[in-house]
Every structure is written in C-alpha cells, then in structure tokens.
C-alpha cells in the first residue's frame, strides 16, 4: 500500500495534459468518455464487464478489465467504483494508480469520489489530501457529490479540522453534506457543536435526525436524545429501521419499557418487525427493561427468511446474562450449537460473562475451547471475557496467560487483568502490571484506577493508594467518583486508621453516600471500633434504612462484645423497619451441576453423609489447633450451642461435599454470596492441611486462595 501511496503521489505531481478533454468532468465527461469507449471497446466485452460489477462480482469484473485491450474512463470508474462500494479499497488504489500510469484517461468525477471512498476505508489521508490538491490545482469542478466525497474523506480518517474548513467552502450543500459534518463534530466528541449544526441545517432529513439522535445516546447524552426522538415524532418525519433501532435503544438504556412498547407497536403497524436489525433491537430492549419472556416470544417468531438468525441467539443469550440468569443463557447456547448456528465474537463473549458471574470452569474452558476450534484470534472484547472468566473462576494463572497471548491489548484487556489481580488479593503484581501499562502509555480510564486502588485496600497498601488516588486527579485528569473515594475509605479502614477514613469522608464531602458509612461500618467490626460503628451505622439508617447488611454488622458487633440488649434492640429495629437479611448460600460446581447449601442444611441427598465426614473432620481440626470462633455467634447461648452453630455454616458444608465426591487433592472451588466469615476462614486454613488440598473460595468481596493452612490473603480481609 506504502508503493501504491508512492506512485499516486509522483503521478499527481506530475504536470496535467494539454488536452482540455483530460479536463472534463462529472456527467459531461462521462458521456463524452463512454462514446469514445464503446466506439474502441467490444459491446460484449464492455457489456459483461458493467454486469459483473453490477452483481458485485468486482474479482470477475476484474478479469475482463485485464483483457480489455485499450480502457477509456468508464472502464476505469467501472472497476474503481466497483472497488470502493464493495470494500476492496485496496485494491481500488491500485486501479486508480494504474490509470494514472497509462495515462490514457483523466480521472472523472466519478473515479475521484470512488477514490475518496477507497482513502476513507483505508484510512489513507495522506492520498486523500494530494488528489483533493491535484483537483484544486488542476481546477477540477467540485459538483456537491464530489465535495461530499472529500468532507467524508477527511471525517473518516480523524482529521476533522480539514472536514469542518472543507464543510465551510462547500458553495453548495445537500442533506448528505449536513449529516457528514453532524457526525464528524460527533466523532470529535463536540457534541455541542454537532447539535448548533444540527439545528442549523434546512435539510433535516431522517438521517438527519439519526444522526443527532445516536450521537447524543452514544456520548451519554440520553435524556437530551429522548428529548430530540419525542420533536422528530412531532415533525412528522418518518422512522425508519434505524431510527426504531436507535429509539429501542435509548429505551434500554433508561429502562423505559413503556415507551419501547409503544415503539414496537409501531414497528408492527410499519411491517418493520422483519427487519434483522430492528427485531435484534427490539430483543434486547426488552432484555435491558428485565422483560425475558417478551424477548423470549421474538425470539421464537424469528425466521432464518427474515435474516441473519446469529443476532437472535445473540441478543438472547446476552439478555439472559444481563439479568443473572447465567444458567438459562447457557442452556441456550448448548441448544444454539446443537441446531448448527456458528457463534459469533459477541455471542463467545457474552457466554464467557455467564460462565464468570457463576463460577462455572469447566463450561469456561469449553468456551475458550470453542474460540480456538472457530479459529477467533483473541482480540481485545474476547481477550478481555476470557481473562475475566478465568479470574472470577480462581484460576489466575490461566487469566494470565490469555492476557499474555491477547493479539491486541487495549485498556478493556488491561483493565481485567488488573481487576483479576486485585480480586485475588495480589495487590503488588496488580501496581506492578500498572506501572507496565504506563511504561507502555496506555491511558487508564477510571475503571483502571477503581482496580488499582481496591488492589491496595486489599492488601494495606496505604502510601501506594495514597500516591494514585493523586496521580489519576493530576496526571490523569480523572475527576474521582464515588468508587475511588470508596476505595481509599476502605484502604485506610483495612488498615486501622480509622481516624483517617471518617476525617476523609467529610473532608471530601461525601456523607450523603451510604456505601462509605457501610465500609466503614465494615471496618469498625473488622477492629471492634464500637464508637464509629455507631457513628457509621446511625448515618446508614438515614440513607438506606431497609439496608440488612447494615443492620446484621451493627448486630454482630454488640453480639461479639456480649452487648446483647444493644443486638436484641438492632434486630427488632430490623423486623419493625420489616427488613429481610439475605441468607447466606454457598455453592460448588460438580459435573455440571451446581450444588447449593444454606447454613444448617439437610436438603441435600447425600446430608448424613456430609454432616458425618464434617464431624470428623471437626475433630481432627482441634488435633491440629482449630479453635472455634464462639464470640461470632450473634445469639446469647451456651458455649457447646455456639460451637454447633458454627460447625455447620454453608462453605463447611459445601467444603466436605467436595472432599467426599472428588478424588484425593483435587482443588475445591466454593463460591459464597456473602462475606466469608472469621470462624469459617480459620477452618479452612486448617482444612487445606488436614486434606492435602487447595480450597479456592470467592466470596463476595474476594478470593481467598488456601493452602498448606495458610491464605492468600494473608488474614487480611
């Protein structure tokens, strides 16, 4: 392409013909060309060359072009137009650099604007900017369509400068030309000026009004866009596939179900539900809105007549991951596979997401599996969900290597391994890759520096947390939101300095948020503050009064300090305020098949026998040093109750399961719902040395890796 660039360049360079013929242009010069054509070039062959570009069979059209023994201007826009509508772009620059090389025909208005549109998929301004010189120097007659070519040119390629000035000298502009320049003020991410644009134009046509509308959805302008669908309405201007697509998904967005009803009514009165891309649009309206079964009911009227049935699949197993019914989603994927459908990037990444939000390995490795037998190069999305999965599945190392072997890392796939690194408690590796990241200049977002500051919190980094919580407000220019400021509470909390994580949440102005007070809260338990739990717990009762887990930490932290009529009043407080706390579950994969268990459960099948290998297992525990957490129990009773309360928790039970059905030193992976208690932490320290066993647990803040009677987090969570 860089020889092509070469050769475009001298032959522009080059002084134009004496013939005012070369200088002819736009129909005129079409006209005149093709009669000199047909009088040299066979009817047949001109005639099979203009069918097969017209069926878009530009490789064949390209034979007979080789063969034409003498090629006037029509032939030659022929093949370059052909190039540029069919996306060889390439290949229409090399055509077009042989035109200029024989030197036979002048390029015409037609071949310019092929040209233009060969520069724009190519990305190739440079070319662009010397034909766009050759023609003002040459004089060439700048007609609107040829003036559209340029603008789009110059917006596509970024240069969007060169688009506003060309935009500028247009003397004549159509509806295309206003709609060029919306979107490239747009892309430039000045949307205010994309809207005085817009509002200044006398053209507003439906695309138009597009135009405007999804650029202000895409730049988180939502409400603004509504506001511009409800006026395009009331004008009268007429939808068509994309507007309802855009309109469905500004509905999503919002959670408006009753205006994307009222949108797909519409739809049906238009006969526009056929349409792949508005039915797809429609499926995942719904989908955002929480409304599976009206999805569900697309979805099963789709006809592989009426489209690309893959979006379907897609937009299904997506809406069911969306709404945490990971199981239902990859019911469908296995029932999508069965029937012969391919799967596709999107619908690869969205089945990764199930397979991590469960915890489901295996079936995530058979995913991975099915990106590399469908021959997907691991770019950034599917890079990105596959180290996720691993990562939220406890397998790092193998996060790491997916992340390693992405072909293309962009922040997304930076992002989730630094994610996975602070889930899993590996604080330092987590800074250590960050500062790989900026070595290589990549521009964190403030999703990046959520990552990096919860990988300090989680391991008592306090200076480093310090040091970047500045640095993204000062190098960065990231204003911090509410999960920064919420990082640095519990990074000082972790550690002790309670002082310091309530002197920051007033400093900073954010006593109104109520996940700072429950961190706090969290950390006044963790160091049995009683005085700032008070503080912290009162504060939570204003902001969130039917909050449980508030509550329960308040409760627990009398019960801990034999404070049983200060616990009694908190947990009558709850049932007056008719607040529910959310019973703790753990679960572990097997086979696939999830098994489930709640404290005290005798649901299970196999329960005698797991209750009897967990006494037992109790017992050698104490052999090795295990004492039991009694101080924990919330509820005023003997010693040896207490005791019996604790024995069997939910991961206990999920634990001993998976030690009688999996074979000798099989890693366990258990998930929880909930924060993993102390008792139950210390136990399984314990257990991973009675066993001979690598116990995964995530819970739901972290992982905690144990082994040999230690944990990864180092007993600090």
Known sequence: MCAVRKTVARLLSLSPPSSAALLLTGREACGRALEACLARVPRKRASVLSSWVRCRQVHDARRVFEETPTRAAPVWTSIIAGCARDGLHADGMIAFAEMLSEGGAAPNAFVLAAVFRCCAGLGDMESGKRVHGWMLRNGVHLDVVLCNAVLDMYAKCGHYERARRAFGAMSERDAVSWNIAIRACIQAGDILGSVQLFDESPLRDTSSWNTIISGLLQSGHAAEALDRLHQMALTGVVFNHYT????????????????????????????????????????????????????????????????????????????????????????????????????????????????????????GRQVHGCVERLGYKLDAPL?????????????????????????IKNIAVWTSMLCSYASHGQGRMAIELFRRMMAERITPNEITLVCVLSACSHVGLVSEGDHYFRLMQVKYGIVPGIEHYNCIVDLYGRSGLLDKAKNFIEEN??????????????????HQHNDYAKTASENLVQLEQCDAGSYVMLSNMYAANNKWHDAFEVRVSMKERRVRKQPGQSWIHLKNIVHTFVAGDVSHPQSAEIYSYLEKLMERLKELGYTSRTDLVVHDVEEEQRETTLKFHSEKLAIAFGIISTPGGTPLRIFKNLRVCEDCHEAIKYISQATGREIVVRDLYRFHHFKDAKCSCGDFW
């Open 244 to 363: 309802y697509s855009t309109a469905f998904a500004l509905a999503g967005m919002l959670l408006l179900p009753d205006l994307g009803r009222q949108l797909h009514g519409r739809v049906l009165i238009t006969e526009l539900e056929s349409d792949a891309f508005v039915r797809s649009s429609l499926m995942d309206m719904y989908c955002k809105c929480g409304t599976l079964e009206a999805a569900m009911s697309i979805f099963d009227r789709w006809s592989p007549l009426t489209g690309d049935t893959n979006i379907a699949w897609s937009a299904m197993v997506a809406g069911y991951v969306q709404n945490g019914r990971e199981e239902e989603a990859l019911k469908l994927f296995r029932r999508m596979l069965r029937v012969g459908v391919v799967a596709d990037r999107f619908t690869l990444t969205s089945v990764a997401a199930a397979c991590a939000n469960a915890g489901m390995v295996e079936q």
């Open 383 to 407: 890079a990105s969900a596959i180290v996720d999965m691993y990562a939220k599945c406890g397998n790092l190392e193998d996060a790491r290597s997916i992340f390693d072997r992405a072909c």
């Open 509 to 526: 102005n954010i006593k109104h948020e109520a996940i700072v007070w429950k961190t706090l809260l969290s950390a006044c338990q963790l």
